[in-house]
C-alpha cells in the first residue's frame, strides 16, 4: 500500500510540475536591434518617442504572423553591426543592405526592398551631376554603411564620416562638406524634409537590397522570419508600407 501511494504521489508530483510548466510558460522576446537615426525606415517618433518607420512597421507585421514576441533596441549603426555578428542581439532590421562580407558574420533573411547610393547636393550647386564629378569633393557618409564603403573607393573624392546620417546632411546644409553618399529613400526623404535647401542628382548608382540580419547560431528564427516576410509579401503587404513610408520616390 505504501509502495502504492509513493508512485501515485510521485505521478502527480510530475503532473503538477507538467502543468505548471505549460500553463506559466511565456514566449521568449525576441530583442531587435535598430538604427533608428535612418528615416524612412526607422526613427524615433518626436511625439511618443518610439521608434517609427517602414521597418518597424515590417517586423511588426512579420511578428504577428509568426507569434513572435519582439522588442525594438534603438542602437548606433556600428554597434549593431558588432552586436549583432556577436549574437548580443537576436536580429536586427536597420535598412541592411545584404553583402557577401557581412554574410561571414551574420545571417539574413530573403530581401524584403531594393535600394542604392544616391548623391544628395545643396540645391543649385551645379558642380556635381555624377559620381564622375566627386574628384577634389569632400563626401559624406554614415560610418559603416555601404555608402561609404563606396566613397572610399573612389580615386580623388575624399571621405568624411559620421556617427549618424543626419548629422552629414547638417555638414551639408551648412557647407562644411560638397555632398552626402546615402540610400536612395533616406536620402529622398532628408531632401523633401529639406524645403528645398537639398536636391538630389544623378542616378541611383549600386544595386542593393536590405534583409533583415539575424544571429548565425539562430538558424530557427531565420526560419521564422522568412515564413513571416514571405506571408506578408503574398498578402501584398509590402505596397501599402511602401505608400505610407515611402509615397512620391
Request: aromatic fraction near 8%; hydrophobic fraction near 45%; charged fraction near 20%.
Given at each position: ?6 508512485s ?10 507538467l502543468?505548471?510548466?505549460c ?20 526613427y524615433?517618433?518626436?511625439t ?6 517602414f ?10 504572423k ?22 548580443q ?78 548629422l ?11 555632398v ?11 531632401v ?5 535647401e ?21 538558424a ?16 501584398g ?8 513610408w515611402?509615397?512620391?520616390e
Amino acid at each position: 500500500m505504501k509502495k502504492q501511494f509513493k508512485s501515485i504521489f510521485f505521478l502527480l508530483i510530475v503532473m503538477s510540475i507538467l502543468l505548471t510548466a505549460c500553463g506559466g510558460a511565456k514566449s521568449e522576446t525576441i530583442r531587435i536591434a535598430s538604427d533608428t537615426t535612418w528615416p524612412p525606415f526607422e526613427y524615433i517618433d518626436e511625439t511618443t518617442k518610439e521608434p517609427v518607420g517602414f521597418d518597424i512597421d515590417l517586423i511588426t507585421m512579420i511578428a504577428e504572423k509568426e507569434g513572435l514576441d519582439i522588442e525594438i533596441i534603438p542602437t548606433e549603426w556600428d554597434a549593431l553591426l558588432a552586436g549583432i555578428s556577436q549574437c548580443q542581439y537576436d536580429a536586427a532590421i536597420s535598412a541592411i543592405t545584404i553583402t557577401e562580407d557581412r554574410k561571414e558574420t551574420m545571417l539574413f533573411t530573403e530581401p524584403y526592398i531594393e535600394a542604392g547610393q544616391v548623391l544628395t547636393i545643396v540645391a543649385g550647386d551645379d558642380r556635381i551631376s555624377s559620381i564622375a564629378d566627386l574628384d577634389g569633393m569632400t563626401v559624406g557618409a554614415q560610418i559603416g554603411t555601404t555608402g561609404a564603403i563606396e566613397v572610399e573607393g573612389m580615386a580623388g573624392a575624399t571621405l568624411k564620416t559620421y556617427d549618424s546620417v543626419d548629422l552629414a546632411y547638417l555638414d551639408l546644409t551648412n557647407g562644411q562638406i560638397d555632398v552626402v553618399v546615402a540610400d536612395y529613400p533616406t536620402a529622398f526623404d532628408f531632401v523633401a524634409q529639406s524645403n528645398g535647401e537639398l536636391a538630389l542628382t544623378g542616378e541611383v548608382f549600386t544595386d542593393e537590397n536590405y534583409g533583415i540580419a539575424v544571429c548565425n547560431e539562430n538558424a530557427d528564427l531565420l526560419t521564422k522570419l522568412n515564413a513571416g516576410l514571405k506571408a506578408v509579401q503574398d498578402e501584398g503587404g509590402i505596397a501599402p508600407l511602401e505608400a505610407k513610408w515611402l509615397a512620391g520616390e
